[in-house]
């Protein structure tokens, strides 16, 4: 009787930390939603002291092989797209080599002050010799001078910190050279997401972050518990797979008010595929 009596106050008590933690997460979650929100606000990426808007524009839904559904607009219709949401405000320009976005990018860059956005790109070299190749090519792609942020793409390994050292030294080369502004990587398993948060190296982390676990890392309240280690160690965190890879695209609302609620994301990315769109989510994101 005392071990069941044991076990059921243990319970009881697991249930009210519990319950208490969920009510404090609630809490915060509709603290952060009585907040005024828009897509153009203007946000600053962890420490870095990069300024730029909330949201970035996506150029890589379904982005594999140099193609995306964004770079099928061909490199005037993105441009557009891009140029479009400038005039909305967005000053977040996110592309990858593995998109094929850079040209549309270039585009669209040639109409606006190169100071007044911010440009992402990704690549997926492992080594200092390719890393170094990529940084050379990307910038000839994008017809500027300088990156505001580039990215190891889709890191994997939990290891990744130690095995592609060659290539983060050179970003961090490059960083001190005024190539780029800042380094990071984008995270596609919980282990490499883990090593991002404990890694001094990494200023910005891309992470996959939805309220239903769709194209994660890992749950939900996992990914949360390693963005939160991340945010407290001053890294940014720009939220992708914000509608679950189109898991959410008939619950739009559900996966932005879970994106603006977590007080985590210094901005995310949604990929848009025509002006109708992208001005939607402008609009739900004022109204979330």
């Known amino acids: 009787m005392r071990r069941r009596e044991f076990l059921v106050r243990t319970a009881t008590a697991a249930g009210a930390v519990w319950l208490s933690s969920k009510s404090i997460f609630n809490s915060l979650a509709e603290q952060a939603l009585n907040q005024k929100f828009s897509a153009s606000d203007t946000v600053t990426l962890g420490s870095t002291g990069i300024k730029t808007s909330r949201l970035a524009m996506g150029t890589g839904t379904v982005g594999t092989g140099h193609h995306s559904h964004q770079t099928a607009l061909g490199i005037q219709g993105l441009s557009d797209l891009l140029l479009n949401g400038y005039d909305h405000g967005l000053r977040f320009f996110d592309a990858a080599d593995s998109y094929g976005s850079h040209p549309h990018v270039a585009e669209a860059l040639k109409h606006v002050p190169r100071d007044k956005v911010t440009v992402l790109s990704k690549s997926w070299a492992r080594d200092a010799d390719g890393m170094r190749a990529d940084l050379d090519r990307f910038r000839k792609e994008l017809r500027t001078d300088y990156l505001d942020v580039c990215l190891m793409h889709c890191v994997t390994e ?67 518990s390693v963005l939160k280690e991340m945010k407290s160690a001053g890294k940014a965190v720009v939220g992708m797979k914000i509608l679950g890879q189109g898991a959410l695209r008939n619950r739009q609302d559900e996966g932005i008010k879970y994106a603006l609620s977590l007080g985590l994301l210094d901005a995310f990315t949604i990929g848009a595929e025509n002006k109708q769109e992208q001005e939607d989510l402008i609009r739900r994101i004022s109204a979330a």
């Open 158 to 224: 939990a290891d990744w910190t130690a095995r592609f050292r060659g290539a983060m030294d050179v970003l961090s080369e490059a960083k001190q050279k005024g190539i780029i502004r800042a380094h990071g990587c984008s995270c596609h398993s919980i282990e490499a997401l883990r090593a991002a948060a404990k890694s001094p190296w990494v200023e910005i982390d891309l992470a996959r972050i939805n309220p239903i676990g769709a194209a994660m890392d890992a749950d939900p309240a996992t990914v949360v």
